[in-house]
């Protein structure tokens, strides 16, 4: 395993959209691995492809104990209201308010190409979101109402 740069806001990398990914097999468990040793190194919740600067549809998330590794994912439902406090490893030192919604349906392939579906409520639902928009090129300060500096 190895650890990814991070890419920041500015990097033009980060406003294009990610391609849907192909290849199950040791490029991608790489890419994995290596993005889940730089999330845990940044202490934070998620992180996406492009970020790591490979536009590939892919974002891991990790809220304690639950970690999740999205491949081609597919936000199928999504119901009620949410705002609270965003921050992104890409954006350093900012946090924005976002309205999310409260409940999603992801559907999302594994490392090894196999289906799953999460049905993911307030935080998790959140951090879903956010990771989500990175594979469209979507920031979240893009949606903030406001973005403070720490
Ligand atoms: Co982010």
Redesign the pocket.
Known sequence: MALRNIIQLGDPTLRKKSFEVTDFGEKTHQLLNDMKETLIKADGV?L?AP?VGVLRRVFIIKIEDLYYECINPIITKQSGKQTGTEG????KGKWGEVTRPNKVTLKALDRNGKPYTVNAEGFLARAIC??YD?LDGI??VDKASKVEED
Do not use: I, K, N
């Open positions: 998620g996406a970020q992104c490893l890409s954006v956010h990771e990175h920031v979240y």
